[in-house]
């Protein structure tokens, strides 16, 4: 079994930088670590993946190049750069065990999840 615990949430400028957290309890050395974030009216949306083992990591194109997403031990961070309003939502960690095959941002695949913690940038 394992469980997630985000942390980090809070209100940032537009422009700015913010970082959540996600820390595990039980065995993710073979999972799929994901972010996710799901804004008001708006479906659950793949922001970024790490994979197990090499730890390569692949990014929604919506924040490639201004998110980066890391992972030390049990702990994975999305360090977030150059924010946008559009960026403002709840931000879900999500482990995934059966993923191999499959495209990294279905929501359903992931069986482990978050509380998620809320981000909102203002303008």
């Known amino acids: 079994q394992v469980s997630l615990l985000e942390s980090g949430g809070g209100s940032v400028q537009a422009g700015g930088s913010h970082k959540v957290s996600c820390t595990a309890r039980?065995?993710?050395?073979?999972?799929?670590m994901a972010w996710f974030r799901q804004a008001p009216g708006n479906s659950r949306e793949g922001v970024a993946v790490?994979?197990?083992?090499?730890?390569s990591t692949v990014y929604a194109d919506s924040v490639q190049g201004r998110f980066i997403m890391s992972q030390n031990k049990k702990t994975v961070t999305l360090q977030m750069n150059n924010l946008k309003p559009e960026d403002t939502a709840m931000y879900y960690c999500?482990?995934?065990?059966?993923?191999?095959?499959?495209?990294?941002?279905?929501?359903?695949?992931?069986?482990?999840w978050g509380q998620g913690v809320q981000v909102t940038v203002s303008s």
């Open positions: 790490i994979y197990p083992g090499g730890g």
């Open positions: 039980g065995h993710t050395d073979d999972k799929l």
């Open positions: 999500a482990a995934a065990t059966f993923w191999y095959g499959k495209t990294w941002n279905n929501a359903r695949d992931y069986e482990y």
